[in-house]
């Protein structure tokens, strides 16, 4: 598992349960793996009682699958779920690009394209996980310029299940625009066109729509 540097004054179960997320997104907790709430505490340098709460939160959404007096898993990939999660996004992100639209200044603008230009450094497809991070840096962004960062907290959970399929489309996949969508987006913003970003985030997210024999094709174990 790959550590996330533990960010000041925060709490052990939210340090938890970014790196479990993070892990479960990337991969290294892969779906159906088998995860010790022991080992967790030890390799995080934890307490049981955070890692326990965050596995707890986490199940809650389909997740993981706690076991009493056996070790947890990480949920295999349910379409249904991922569908779920990528119909939510899609109605608030496409309500928060039109609020963009009116409120982004000119630093919120030149801080959207600093982030583009980072993205277009790794689009070559060796640095998965960073591109993930970055384009969920970029849609964190848009939820702060539009006043909204705790909605953009609250979905973080049940938008794990969407997250894992995106990271094995950025790997699997190569014509999904990524980079070009939220320069086209900022473009948008730009130009105070709120019909424009809103048409586009909804086919920015639609392009994981992907058909799930695609990719179950080359990661059948990963999928109920």
């Known amino acids: ?49 955070p890692v326990r709460e965050a596995l707890i939160e986490l ?26 999660s990528r119909f939510m996004r899609n109605l608030l992100e496409c309500a928060v690009a039109e609020l963009v639209c009116e409120m982004a200044g000119p630093v919120d603008v030149e801080r959207l394209n600093a982030n583009i230009r980072l993205q277009s450094f790794y689009l070559d497809g060796t640095y998965t996980n960073e591109l993930m991070a970055l384009d969920n840096q970029f849609h964190g962004m848009l939820f702060n310029i539009a006043k909204k960062p705790q909605v953009f907290q609250m979905i973080q959970n049940i938008a794990i299940h969407f997250d894992r399929v995106r990271g094995l489309a950025l790997s699997s996949v190569r014509d999904l625009k ?15 066109d709120a019909k424009g970003a809103r048409a586009l985030m909804e086919a920015h997210l639609n392009r994981y729509r992907i058909d799930p024999a695609e990719i179950r094709e080359l990661h059948p174990q990963y999928f109920k």
């Open 1 to 49: 598992m790959k550590l996330l540097e533990r960010l000041p004054r925060e709490s052990g179960r939210d340090y938890a349960l970014r790196n479990i997320k993070e892990n479960i997104v990337n991969l290294e907790l892969a779906p159906g793996s088998q995860i010790s709430e022991n080992e967790l505490a030890d390799e995080l340098g934890l307490s049981r009682t």
């Open 178 to 192: 990524v980079v070009q969508d939220h320069q086209d987006l900022v473009d948008f913003i730009c130009r105070r």
């Open 59 to 84: 199940s809650r959404v389909g997740i993981i699958e706690t076991h009493p007096q056996r070790k947890s898993t990480v949920s295999l990939i349910d379409c249904d779920l991922v569908e779920e």
